[in-house]
């Protein structure tokens, strides 16, 4: 078939690979335009342009879709379908129809639970056991659209966003990619979603991602693995060094009892408001990510201190 691929990160890169790879035709790659990255803010290309680049893919960046000219450019690519994952713009209504079979959508979840911009992180901050990827024809609401391929997956009780990012786009892009085949021999079918048990998948925010220690160590842990590895759940503390902030990317639930945020033994142990949570895994700002045994090595985390 002739499409158009319209993403962003890595999610995104899996399932343009897969589709090169079935011998689609793709027409043209949007992504979202090169931004400022690392310590010297040059400008980085996305995961997807840089891959549709090395395909040799025409890549368009726009910073929008709704003008004239670039719905009509949209349009005059002639797509017979446009296959979107994790773009991160708005497709207003003229871009939606200019496909002969519409928008397609790989969403991360299992719709319409987290319907939004997070639905991986969200699933594991809220402690679900089970989540997925969902093929969708897109329409004017947000992530409303009827569903056709669905593929589950359980989320491990320690598994991380980022473990289940990776997890998700292996299953995702064999799934669109059946997706695409089903279409072209006319054989894709479609289901509309149920309203009830929708909700939103709100963008993580970055003072979202300070730990605080009064709430249980369960949420907590949840908390920490739906943020690892990025942006890091954080904590700060004067460590013996001034005050900073230290990241905190794999944590154990334990028994234990204090006030919320005093450490309670010398091994990285935290009091919670209710049960305790042992530090695993912590990145300090500048350094990579170490274990709690190399940074207590260099760091006053001993009992009594407490953590803000």
């Known amino acids: 078939m002739r499409l158009i691929f319209m993403g962003t990160p890595d999610f995104a890169t899996a399932l343009l690979k897969e589709i090169c790879a079935r011998g689609h035709e793709v027409a043209a790659v949007y992504s979202q335009p090169p931004r400022p990255a690392g310590r010297g803010m040059s400008e980085k290309k996305s995961s997807v342009h840089q891959f549709a680049d090395a395909k040799g893919l025409p890549v368009r960046t726009p910073k929008s879709l709704r003008g004239a000219e ?18 991160g713009l708005l497709l207003p209504q003229p871009i939606l129809d200019a496909p002969k079979h519409g928008c397609l959508n790989l969403h991360g979840s ?50 991380t966003a980022g473990e289940l990012h990776d997890r998700l786009a292996a299953l995702g892009a064999p799934l669109m990619a059946d997706a695409l085949d089903l279409l072209a021999k006319g054989e894709l079918r479609f ?65 234990g009892k204090g006030a919320p945020g005093a450490v309670l033994d010398d091994e990285g142990l935290v009091a919670c408001g209710e049960g305790a949570l042992r530090l695993l895994r912590v990145q300090r700002a500048g350094k990579g990510e170490m274990g709690i045994e190399e940074f207590l090595r260099g760091r ?9």
């Not at 911009?117 to 997925?132: C, F, K, L, N, Y």
């Not at 979202?208 to 990025?230: K, Q, T």
């Not at 006053?300 to 803000?308: I, S």
Request: proline share 6%; aromatic share 6%; hydrophobic share 40%.
């Open 70 to 87: 670039e719905q009509e450019a949209f349009k005059s690519l002639g797509a017979d379908v446009a296959v979107v994952a994790a773009y």
């Open 110 to 159: 299992l719709l319409p639970r987290w319907r939004g911009a997070a639905p991986i992180q969200r699933a594991i901050m809220a402690g679900d056991a089970e989540t997925g990827v969902e093929v969708m024809k897109m329409d004017a609401g947000l992530d409303t659209g009827p569903v056709a391929l669905t593929a589950k997956t359980p989320i491990g009780p320690d598994m």
């Open 191 to 255: 289901t509309p979603q149920r309203e009830e048990g929708a909700c939103y998948a709100q963008k993580i925010d970055k003072p979202e991602a300070r730990i605080d220690w009064r709430r249980s160590a369960r949420d907590l842990h949840n908390h920490v693995r739906g943020l690892a590895p990025f942006p890091g759940a954080f904590f700060e503390a004067d460590l013996g060094h001034g005050r900073e902030r230290v990241k905190v990317l794999r944590t154990k639930i334990e028994d």
């Open 300 to 308: 006053q985390l001993a009992r009594g201190a407490v953590l803000a």
